[in-house]
């Protein structure tokens, strides 16, 4: 009789598995096109703007923390632009209705109750702009709401243009601050209804008793 060799599960050498092999590449990057580096670099700082937006979106603004500028500021503001013969400082009045007796010169009127349908528009126009001003009658609901909804689309719009790199989307992403007046329309009519410089078509003797809706 023939002895047969005997081996333990796993012992036997047509089971035994050799340990992989790992080769190790050294990249002179020297030698790599400045093309294709440049390339790199491009999708790195791509990468890392789309991840800033997306920080900022999550902990975008809510109403509570909007910042408000008074009347006295903005019309220094938009005084200080006529002179200049500039145009980086943009007024949103949201009122609906009650637009009528007057209003913030050269602002852009966006009733608020078709905000969400116009507000591509609305995206459109305060592009390249350095400061944007909302409000309404009083800036308590409507002035506040619509500017919180303008940041978020905003935040928005510019994470999902950040991959694409154009002229035209950095000018999008240029730093803008966005302010709520305060005591809206109606405080700023107190101080400047009679100024033509600041208000178009005011009309006093609607405005003689206060708030007329």
């Keep these: 009789m023939v002895a047969r060799q005997g081996y333990k599960i796993g012992t036997c050498p047509a089971h035994r598995s050799s340990p992989p092999k790992i080769t190790v590449v050294a990249i002179d990057f020297k030698k790599v096109p400045t093309s294709l580096c440049h390339s790199a670099r491009l999708a790195e700082e791509r990468v890392s703007i789309s991840s800033s937006l997306l920080r900022r979106t999550r902990t975008m603004a809510n109403i509570g923390s909007l910042q408000r500028i008074t009347p006295g500021k903005l019309s ?93 989307d950095s000018a999008a992403a240029e730093p803008q601050t966005v302010y709520v007046l305060d005591r809206g329309f109606v405080g700023w009519q107190e101080a400047y209804g009679d100024d033509e410089r600041l208000t178009e078509g005011y009309s006093k003797e609607l405005w003689k008793d206060g708030y007329w809706m």
Excluded: W
């Design 76 to 168: 220094a503001l938009l005084l200080a632009e006529q002179a200049a013969g500039t145009s980086s400082v943009a007024v949103v009045d949201v009122r609906d209705d009650d637009y009528l007796g007057g209003h913030i010169k050269g602002c852009i009127n966006m009733p608020f109750r078709s905000l969400d349908a116009r507000m591509p528009t609305l995206m459109r126009h305060l592009e390249g702009k350095k400061t944007v001003v909302f409000h309404c009658a009083l800036s308590q609901q409507r002035g506040p709401s619509a500017a919180l909804r303008y940041l978020r689309e905003r935040d928005q719009t510019l994470a999902s243009k950040s991959s694409s790199g154009s002229a035209e």
